[in-house]
């Protein structure tokens, strides 16, 4: 019995090693994705998917934290373009207050996070979570979403916001079997019952 053949990738032209690196990224996202744990990931299986040395992976990551961070920067780019371009959708109907587009924001990111379980897992339980550049700035962004819709402190009311959303997630993937009505209902009482 022979082993099954690598796949066999054609390199880039000179100049275009970015492509790679592109490739690289993709290919450990689609494998996170799968695997909803960044632990299991070696930088050889990324390799061995792409038909690639594991040299060449080494040549753009120094090791499996870097790629898990850079896999994850994508995805909370992927993330961010859903919820803007359902902000956008939302203003374009109506112009929402303040309040409204909150609930927008969280319904998006809610939808993105159910979309893709393996990658929400990874992105806020892997011990590389702290180092992910983007943790701040989406951490912020929700603050100043919060801020004009409570009285109270808004970064308490924002991590209150993120742990019931999250949390809400993470039930619906790992309990499915429960009587669980729309998401967008769901939000909408958290947004109630955190906010008043």
Not at 99 to 121: D, E, H, Y
Request: net charge neutral; glycine share 6%.
């Amino acid at each position: 019995m022979t082993a099954p053949e690598r796949p066999t990738r054609r390199p880039n032209a000179r100049g275009h090693g970015d492509l790679l690196r592109e490739e690289i990224v993709a290919a450990a996202a689609a494998m996170l994705a799968e695997l909803g744990d960044d632990e299991a990931m070696s930088l050889r299986a990324v390799a061995k998917a792409l038909g690639i040395s594991p040299t060449s992976v080494y040549l753009h990551f120094p090791d499996r934290d870097a790629l898990v961070i850079a896999a994850m920067t994508r995805c909370h780019a992927d993330m961010s373009a859903a919820v803007d371009a359902r902000l956008e959708e939302a203003a374009r109907a109506e112009a929402p207050g303040p309040r409204q587009a909150l609930r927008v924001r969280l319904k998006a990111m809610a939808a993105w996070a159910l979309a893709n379980p393996g990658l929400t897992k990874v992105m806020h339980e892997s011990r590389t979570s702290p180092a992910m550049p983007f943790k701040a700035a989406m951490f912020e962004r929700l603050v100043d979403a919060v801020h004009p819709c409570t009285r109270t402190d808004p970064v308490a009311a924002a991590l209150d916001l993120r742990s019931a959303v999250l949390g809400a997630v993470s039930l619906r993937i790992n309990e499915p079997g429960l009587p669980w009505d729309a998401l967008d209902g769901q939000v909408d009482r958290l947004v109630n019952a955190i906010l008043g």
